[in-house]
Structures are given as C-alpha cells and as structure tokens.
C-alpha cells in the first residue's frame, strides 16, 4: 500500500512496552466515588449492592482478557494481575490499561440493573488506571497484602465511625474526634465494650476484599448418544471448565498460596 506524505506522523508515538518477565498490575478506582456513593445512596459503610456490581464487572474484565490471573477487589478499586509471560497486546502498557478500564466501566453500567434494580443510575461512573510492573512473586504478593492490608485498615475505621454514629448517637465529628489516635486494639474494643460487636464476626467480604482467581471445575451434562445399534441414549459427560471463583479469604498469609499453587509461577 502506499504511503501518504501523513505516515511519518505514526514516529511521534511512544513506546510503552511492559518489561518482560514482571507481573503486570492494572489498578482501576473510581473517580470521585465519594459523591458517587452519596448520591446513589450507598449505605454506610459497605454497600453489598456496590461491591457486588464491582466483582461482576470485574469478572467481565477477567472473562474477556485472558492473561489475568488473579483480581482483588475492594471499595471502589479493583486490581488485574496479568502473568509474567503475557504478551497480550504486546504488553503495550496504554492498550492493556485502557482495555481493562473501558471492559470495566462499561460492564459497570450494563449490569447496574441487576445490582440496583430500579434505582437509576443518575450519571456515567468513570474509573482511572495505572499500569505498575513488579518483577518477582514477593514483590507482588507484597503489592497484593498492600491492598488487603488498606482494605483491613479502612474497613475497622469505617465500621467504629459508623457504628458510634449510627448505633451511639453520635455527630460525625463526635466520631471523628473519638477515634483521633486510636490504635486496632482500641477500636476493637470500643466495638466490643460498648456495642457487643465483635470485630471478626463482621462480614468475611467487607474485611478481607473479594479475589477473583481461575478455577477449574467439573462439570457433568447429560448428552443424548447415537448407540452402534442406532438407538438413543442419555449418556453423562464430564469435562472440566475454567470459572472465576471468588473469595473473601486472607491472602496475606501463605494458605491461600499454598492451597492455589498454579496462581503464581516457579521461581522467585
Ligand atoms: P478519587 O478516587 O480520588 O477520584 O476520589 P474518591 O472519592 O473515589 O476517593 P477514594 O477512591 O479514595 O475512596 C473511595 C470512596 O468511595 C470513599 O469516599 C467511600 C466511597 N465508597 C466506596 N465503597 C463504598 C460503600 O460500599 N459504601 C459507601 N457509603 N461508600 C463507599
Ligand atoms: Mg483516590
Ligand atoms: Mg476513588
Ligand atoms: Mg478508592
Ligand atoms: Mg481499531
């Protein structure tokens, strides 16, 4: 084909190639979600309704680029982890990123409906994304107990804040000032102390996150078979399918590695 005078233009895009051999991490979170949970009514402090459309649309994003193999998700932020040897897109930093926050936002207002039935969605959710490489497995386990660990963090200030203000009757500034300085200990214990709540009896999907990983699952369908003689029959057939499973477990600690050991590659 021939060129036009134009083509030279093309040489002003950058290369944004991932390093080989690192994990590659798209985080997407949700711009200005504080209005937008104030706005479309998200109770405080988790909103089951909230957190469930983030992990379908984040299993969109799983289904429809292969390569992640693990996703962790809390608040409005979800995390793709695709594996060290991908070479999806050519590893174009710009492609992989793009493609996961456009998968993700549109899934986000698709399937709206089935989280929040009637309630309207007031205006388009936009996400932002960043790309960030981590070279070994330590590296981006630490990545990924980084988020779990901010996930622990603001879910125990979130459900004293909440509590004092919802269950003690106080002003959110009374809260505020209440928990200035305070360790977990004592926020377990104001929980505790004064309103029988026990901290690790709360909800496993508000305290750990969801993690999306592939499983592989048998699944057995009954299919009708043409015998030699030429008579029908309803024989059962086994095969073994990929689905996303997902869990609200400690991923910090070695268990859920050692349980899920093809997650990660051999070697450092
Ligand atoms: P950004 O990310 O800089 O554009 O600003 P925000 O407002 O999205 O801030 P961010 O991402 O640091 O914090 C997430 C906000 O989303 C936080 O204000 C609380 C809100 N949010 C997330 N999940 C829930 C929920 O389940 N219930 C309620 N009520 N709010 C939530
Ligand atoms: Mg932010
Ligand atoms: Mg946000
Ligand atoms: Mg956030
Ligand atoms: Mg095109």
């Not at 936002?105 to 981590?134: A, H, I, M, N, T």
């Not at 203000?165 to 009374?174: D, I, S």
């Not at 999907?205 to 993690?211: A, I, M, V």
């Not at 095969?239 to 859920?256: K, L, N």
């Amino acid at each position: 084909m021939a060129k036009s005078k134009f083509e030279y233009v093309r040489n002003f895009e950058t290369d944004d190639t991932c390093l080989r051999n690192c994990y590659i991490v798209v985080r997407l979170d949700g711009r200005n979600f504080h209005k937008f949970a104030e706005q479309h009514k998200f109770t405080k402090p988790n909103d089951d309704r909230a957190l469930g459309l983030m992990t379908r649309s984040a299993r969109s994003v799983m289904g429809d680029l292969e390569d992640i193999i693990i996703a962790y998700g809390q608040s409005d932020e979800f995390s793709f982890v695709f594996k060290r040897t991908s070479t999806l897109f050519k590893r174009r930093a710009s492609k992989l990123m793009t493609h996961v926050a456009s998968q993700f936002s549109s899934s986000y207002v698709f399937y709206w409906k089935d989280f929040f039935g009637e309630q309207p969605l007031l205006y388009p959710p936009g996400f932002d994304g960043r790309v960030v490489l981590y070279p070994t497995n330590r590296n981006l386990r630490d990545y990924l107990s980084w988020r779990q660990a901010d996930c622990h963090i603001n879910n125990l200030y979130n459900t004293v804040f909440w509590t004092l203000v919802q269950k003690g009757g106080l002003t959110t500034v009374q809260a505020e000032d209440r928990l200035k300085g305070t360790l977990a200990a004592d926020k377990n214990e104001i929980l505790f102390s004064e309103f029988d709540i026990n901290y690790n009896n709360e909800s496993a999907l508000h305290k750990k996150g969801t993690t999306l990983i592939w499983e592989k699952r048998d699944e057995t369908v009954t299919k009708r078979m043409k015998r030699p003689d030429g008579e029908e029959e309803d024989v059962p057939v086994t095969r073994s399918r990929r689905t996303v499973q997902d869990y609200h477990c400690d991923i910090i600690g070695e268990q859920f590695w050692e349980e899920h050991p093809d997650i990660l590659e051999d070697g450092c």
